[in-house]
Structures are given as structure tokens and as C-alpha cells.
């Protein structure tokens, strides 16, 4: 050990004091900052795209009312209505002219992953979350 | 440049070659994963102190070449985060080793070289996978690099003292 320290001059014991001081800060900065601010805010979205291929963003915050948002998209066929409550959200009503209605049996989706679709109508719905407690998603 | 100068970088080339596939072959990253030795710096480190800028850099810049073809990983994303984290390293150590050469040894020269090829790493790796939450990891990197950049600086000097007389251009 002393031999080491007899190829350190000052300033390298100063660059290695630092580079520790450093990194331990940036260590505790995110438990730092974590602790500082409540993390009671809202990250998630809800994205809608119709076939114009114009997407929606909605906040999930909006959705925590008495009555749930009904949002109508047209799409080829006719219109669909979609329902956006209490954080969930779910496409109520397909067109008539729909075959499959698969969109309508998906029921409802809450988290980022699941995602509704409608092929006949070019409507898609999904979820995204800032901070989200999945990973990572795949399709 | 010097036939004896072209041997030596070379020899250089081959032995920073040699460390940089035995330390593929160390299982470090058990403790932080991604975490390095960096012994083959040893090689560039050296070429820096003996012949200069050029010198090192050409020796840097064949040992990753060479060595990512001969582990196999030439052009894959280990290749680009050897390659940006060692040029970033290696010009703050030349930085180092050029300006601040009264004041920092060659351990100093070797730890500020070690730092920044975490940050260099760190940098590509975000800009490859887009998610800033990468640079939580940092500060694990860089105190790791500390132990490794002295051992990194201590073999050099070392290395540098057994070397013959006539190859010295400075003393350290």
C-alpha cells in the first residue's frame, strides 16, 4: 500500500477524492429526488388512432369522473364508440357493418401491453405509461 | 518512422491484443455486469508514453479492430461500445498526459482515462437503446473504474521502468 502511495502525487489523491464524492452523489440523487417529490401524478396515456392515422393522446387522469368519456371515432364502416372510465378504457360499440367484432370483445384494458384493435375500422387503442411497472413490452 | 518504432508499436498491438482476449474470458461481471479490468489500456497507455498522440491512438484503434474480429463481435453493439468508450478514454488521457503532466501521475493519466471510458460507454449505450435510465448505472461503473484505473496506471509505470533505457523519451 505505501508503495502505491508513493507513485500518487497530491493532485491524484485530490482526482481520486473527487471522482468518489462525484459518483456517490450521483448515486444517492435519484433516492434523493425520489423522496422529495410525491409521486402521485398520473404517467399513463391513452392513445387512440383512427384511420386517418390521427392519433389521441388522453390523459388518464381525465377519465376519473361521475359519468364515462364517450369518444366517437369514424372510421370506414361507421362509427365507433369508445368509453373511458375510472382508468380503464374499452371500445363500447363497434358498426353494424363490423363481421368479426373483435375490438368489442376485447372488453377492457387498463395497463400498457393489451391494445385493441379494430382491423375493419383502422382503430387502435393502447395504453402507455411513463413509468410503468412492466419493463419492457412486445408484440 | 523507425523500423525499431514500427516493431514496437506492433509488439504493442499484440500485446494489447493478447489482454484484450483474456480479459474477455474473465468473468467480472458478476459483481457490476458490463464491468471491465481494461488491461488491454496497458497497450495504449504505454504506446502514449513511449512514442505520442499517434502512436497510441494507432494502438488503440488496431487492438479493437483486430481484437473484435478475432472474439467475433466486430460491428455488433460490444464493438461500438469498445470503440467510443476507448477513443473518449484515450483523449482524456492524452488531455492528461499532455497538459497536466507536472501535476498528475500516471496513475492520474490511466484513472482519467478510466473514468471516461465508462462515460463514453454509457453515452453510446443510450444513444443505441434510448432510455435514460442507463445513466443511474453510471456511477456503479465509474466506482469501479477507480480500483482498475490505478492498477491500470501502477502496471504501466512498472512496465515502463523494466523497459531499456533507450527507448525512453521521458521519465515518470
Redesign the interface.
Known amino acids: 500500500m505505501e508503495k502505491?502511495t508513493r507513485?500518487?502525487?497530491v493532485?491524484?489523491k485530490i482526482?481520486?477524492i473527487v471522482?468518489?464524492v462525484?459518483?456517490?452523489?450521483?448515486?444517492a440523487y435519484?433516492f434523493i429526488s425520489a423522496y422529495f417529490s410525491n409521486n402521485e401524478e398520473q404517467n399513463s396515456f391513452i392513445y387512440i388512432k383512427d384511420s386517418s392515422k390521427e392519433v389521441k393522446r388522453i390523459p388518464f387522469s381525465e377519465t376519473y369522473q361521475e359519468e364515462p368519456m364517450i369518444i366517437k371515432v369514424e372510421g370506414p364502416l361507421g362509427t365507433s364508440i369508445i368509453e373511458a372510465h375510472n382508468g380503464r378504457v374499452r371500445l363500447k360499440e363497434a358498426p353494424e357493418e363490423d363481421p368479426a367484432k373483435i375490438c368489442e370483445k376485447t372488453g377492457w384494458i387498463s395497463k400498457p401491453g393489451p391494445s385493441i384493435i379494430c382491423v375493419p375500422n383502422k382503430v387502435s387503442i393502447w395504453i402507455e405509461q411513463t413509468n410503468s411497472d412492466l419493463d419492457a413490452v412486445s408484440w | 518512422m523507425s523500423t525499431r518504432k514500427i516493431v514496437i508499436i506492433a509488439l504493442l498491438v499484440g500485446l494489447g491484443l493478447v489482454l484484450h482476449l483474456v480479459e474477455n474470458m474473465l468473468p467480472l461481471s458478476f459483481i457490476i455486469p458490463g464491468a471491465k479490468l481494461g488491461l488491454a489500456n496497458i497497450a495504449n497507455l504505454l504506446g502514449l508514453i513511449l512514442f505520442g498522440f499517434i502512436a497510441g491512438l494507432q494502438i488503440l484503434l488496431l487492438r479493437i479492430f483486430l481484437g473484435s474480429i478475432l472474439a467475433g463481435t466486430f460491428m455488433t453493439i460490444n464493438f461500438y461500445l469498445s470503440l467510443s468508450g476507448g477513443i473518449l478514454g484515450y483523449l482524456i488521457m492524452s488531455m492528461f498526459f499532455y497538459y497536466?503532466r507536472n501535476?498528475?501521475?500516471?496513475?492520474?493519466v490511466s484513472?482519467?482515462g478510466a473514468?471516461f471510458h465508462n462515460v463514453g460507454q454509457i453515452v453510446t449505450a443510450y444513444l443505441i437503446i434510448s432510455n435514460d435510465a442507463i445513466f443511474?448505472y453510471?456511477?456503479?461503473l465509474?466506482?469501479l473504474a477507480?480500483p482498475t484505473g490505478?492498477g491500470i496506471?501502477?502496471v504501466a509505470?512498472f512496465t515502463y521502468n523494466y523497459l531499456p533505457r533507450g527507448l525512453k523519451r521521458i521519465d515518470i
Do not use: A, C, N, R
Open positions: 502505491i507513485y500518487l502525487t493532485y491524484d482526482l481520486i471522482i468518489i462525484i459518483s456517490l452523489i450521483m448515486i435519484p | 497536466f501535476k498528475f501521475s500516471i496513475i492520474g484513472l482519467g473514468v443511474y453510471l456511477p456503479y465509474i466506482l477507480l490505478v496506471g501502477l509505470i
